[in-house]
């Protein structure tokens, strides 16, 4: 055979590689049980979810895991969810290394369905990871919460079993857009520049339209593969339009990356607003490049939701104060909780109201009482859509938006910039 | 698209098809030695990334340019070892053979590599500031990246024509019954330009690790890069990978300019696929 044949079966093979995911064979663990063990009267309540222990989503899906085993840990010290027949329902939570595959995703959720027989399902971490599992639940008619998922695509599908925490991904930029503009009504020219995958893809299709009508001309409209590591290209399209705002990013590692490249290549906007990254305290890891970097959350330590602003809802405030559940979190962790944190522990008292009102797993009953929800937590409101086309997606929570800023010590903290009433410091144009 | 853009984005491409070139360097080196295609190559130049990777966060906290040195060493202990274990009794057996041997090999390092490091994106910290004309910005860590595959190119070509071992190596290349008839061990010569072929690969990949985030699946993408680079240079022809590498990089550079940037790995391919069918030996022909 001809050696450039060879070669070009060979770049063929790898390509098809390439496309088809990875091949990496993704160390899934034995199950972790989360329960301990439980009243003679008690019954197990058999909770199945898949993180990513390795992968690109590893950090902020192990954020998104210890809200879960927070909250497992302290219904379990309460006795466990007392339902209104006397049953008491232990959590015990059964879960595997994804590997922030969708592929191993959907493998995962069939085997905690069939094998594990799992009463209710958690989400994975990351949109296009929790589209997966989605699509699995709604196959089985398993009930499941979405910890760690915002896009609004997955939640406009019509599915009748997977309900949303989170603020959709719609929401994301736009207020980063209104804050931006309240701070600078002079700005006029904003990049956009995001990860092609269908979380971010669905926030910036809500907010370009929303920056335009605002009057703001994009002038860099680009989107970059899930992966990507060189930003080289895009920033030097960014100096060339010289705008004045850079929205976009996508996750973690790539939001990061982009950060560190914009301040490496001393791009020179005035506001930078980022999806997902800039609320990770690992965000602070690049220094000076973090600085001034603005980022939607879904919760913030500051922000304080309570029986008060409930109250002035005319809705029932339900569990811990924010508070408590970040003095609970630090002792059982050692760090701080983000966002991911506080939605993994949102998600399980949700699950948990939703249960006590059903007063049983049965996923009809759990589904009625889940769509009747509309309850404040120290996470926020949450109130899930019952349109047909929209079903489980979240209608009520509101976002957080964070600015890292160095302090009078020189140090990096996040500070809560948006809503005002939660504000921990003023938001800043970047120097 | 937006000229202004050009400069800096040639700039960078060009920068960055250097390191392209120095992995595609390895890659040619190895087929025209022993008409090998290694599809060990990939993985390789992640192992170099995470040679870099381990020195530097390692207790010992090795600066990220001296983890590169090691990475050399490492490489060409590393690709002596791969190709007594994995090509030696194959070497004349018939070039799918061997290209299977190495994918062997190639499956194996990805497989020990995610189980020991998984695949959480890992990233070297270094930063050697940068200098700035105009709209252009040029990174001290691209530039030493240009620099240190300079100098490891010339290395090479000063090791394959200045030196007794790579005259040896060359006459190998040409004819291996005839170096063997002048009392050249072909077998030794063979694993040696096997050893320089992986070990330029991992200098790549320790170079790129000072640039970007990598996990050990990071290779691939770099490999299939170099295919098209060595193609496009001619196969087994170390000058035209290095070429290639350059003209690549530029590309990518320049092209993103003026398409969308999703859309330069199509471009790669379809450049790749006219060269076969109109131009197979390449921009410099078949060997050196």
């Known amino acids: ?431 | 698209m937006s000229l202004e853009a050009l400069i800096p984005s040639a700039i960078d491409g060009l920068m960055l098809g250097f390191v392209y070139g120095l992995a595609a360097m390895g890659l040619t080196l190895i087929f025209g030695v022993m008409r090998v295609i290694n599809l060990s190559h990939g993985p390789v130049i992640a192992l170099g990334m995470f040679v870099v990777y381990t020195l530097f966060t390692g207790p010992l906290g090795v600066n990220p340019y001296l983890g590169i040195v090691a990475a050399l060493v490492i490489g060409l202990a590393f690709g002596v070892v791969e190709y007594f274990v994995a090509l030696d009794r194959v070497i004349n057996a018939p070039e799918l053979t061997t290209l299977l041997a190495t994918f062997s090999v190639n499956l194996m390092i990805i497989g020990i590599a995610t189980s020991v490091f998984t695949t959480t994106p890992r990233a070297v910290d270094v930063s050697l500031g940068s200098v700035g004309i105009g709209n252009v910005t040029v990174l001290g860590t691209h530039a030493v990246a240009v620099l240190v595959a300079i100098v490891v190119a010339a290395g090479l070509y000063g090791l394959l024509f200045r030196t007794r071992v790579g005259k040896s190596i060359r006459a190998v290349a040409n004819n291996r019954a005839a170096a063997e008839l002048m009392g050249i061990d072909s077998r030794r010569m063979l694993a040696l330009a096997f050893g320089i072929g992986t070990s330029l690969a991992m200098v790549s990949g320790a170079l790129l690790s000072t640039l970007f985030p990598f996990n050990p699946l990071s290779g691939t993408g770099y490999e299939v890069k170099s295919f098209v680079i060595v193609v496009l240079g001619g196969l087994g022809n170390p000058t035209g990978a290095l070429l290639g590498g350059i003209v690549i990089g530029l590309l990518e550079g320049v092209t993103t300019v003026f398409i969308p940037v999703s859309w330069v790995p199509v471009l790669e391919y379809v450049i790749f696929i006219l060269i076969l069918l109109v131009r197979p030996a390449g921009l410099l022909g078949a060997r050196a």
């Open chain 1, 1 to 431: 055979m001809r050696p450039t044949r060879i070669v070009a079966i060979a770049i063929v093979g790898l390509v098809a590689a390439a496309c088809g995911g990875t091949t990496t064979p993704q160390a899934s663990g034995a199950p972790t049980s989360g329960g301990s063990a439980a009243p003679a009267v008690s019954k197990a309540l058999n909770i199945g979810f898949t993180n990513s222990q390795t992968g690109a989503q590893q950090v902020a899906s192990t954020k998104q895991t210890e809200g879960i085993k927070l909250w497992v840990d302290q219904v379990t010290k309460a006795g466990g969810i007392k339902l209104k027949d006397g049953t008491v329902l232990m959590p015990k939570v059964t879960f595997y290394d994804d590997g922030s595959a969708t592929d191993r995703v959907q493998q995962l959720y069939t085997k905690l369905i069939n094998d594990d027989k799992v009463d209710v399902l958690l989400s994975p971490y990351s949109s296009s990871l929790v589209k997966a599992a989605a699509v699995v639940s709604e196959q089985n008619g398993k009930v499941m919460i979405t910890a760690g998922g915002a896009d609004d695509a997955t939640m406009e599908q019509g599915f009748t079993n997977i309900y949303q925490v989170y603020s959709p991904g719609s929401k994301y930029l736009t207020g980063a857009i209104d804050l931006m503009l309240k701070l600078d009504p002079s700005i006029k020219k904003v990049a956009i520049v995001n990860e092609k995958d269908s979380f971010s893809v669905s926030v910036v299709t809500a907010a370009k339209p929303y920056a335009e009508s605002k009057g703001l001309q994009v002038v860099v409209n680009q989107g970059y593969d899930t992966g990507t590591t060189d930003f080289a290209p895009f920033i030097n399209q960014i100096v060339a339009a010289a705008p004045d705002a850079i929205i976009g990013g996508g996750h973690l590692v790539d939001g990061t990356a982009f950060a560190k490249a914009l301040k490496e290549k001393n791009v020179s906007a005035r506001f930078v607003a980022l999806l997902v990254a800039p609320p990770e305290p690992t965000f602070a890891d690049i220094g000076d490049a973090a600085n001034f970097t603005v980022g939607p959350s879904q919760w913030e330590i500051p922000v304080k939701y309570n029986e008060a602003a409930a109250k002035a809802l005319n809705i029932p405030f339900y569990g811990i104060t924010s508070d408590s559940f970040t003095s609970a979190y630090r002792a059982m962790f050692n760090s701080a909780p983000s966002y991911h944190s506080a939605g993994g522990f949102a998600a399980g008292l949700i699950l948990q109201r939703a249960l006590e009102d059903a007063g049983s797993t049965d996923p009809a009953k759990l589904r009625a009482s889940l769509d009747k929800t509309d309850v404040m937590t120290f996470f926020g409101r949450t109130k899930f859509s019952t349109d047909a086309k929209t079903h489980g997606k979240q209608v009520a929570h509101d976002m957080v938006y964070i600015q890292w800023q160095k302090g009078s010590d020189g140090k990096l903290a996040a500070q809560v910039v948006w809503p005002t009433e939660a504000k921990t410091a003023e938001a800043q144009l970047r120097k």
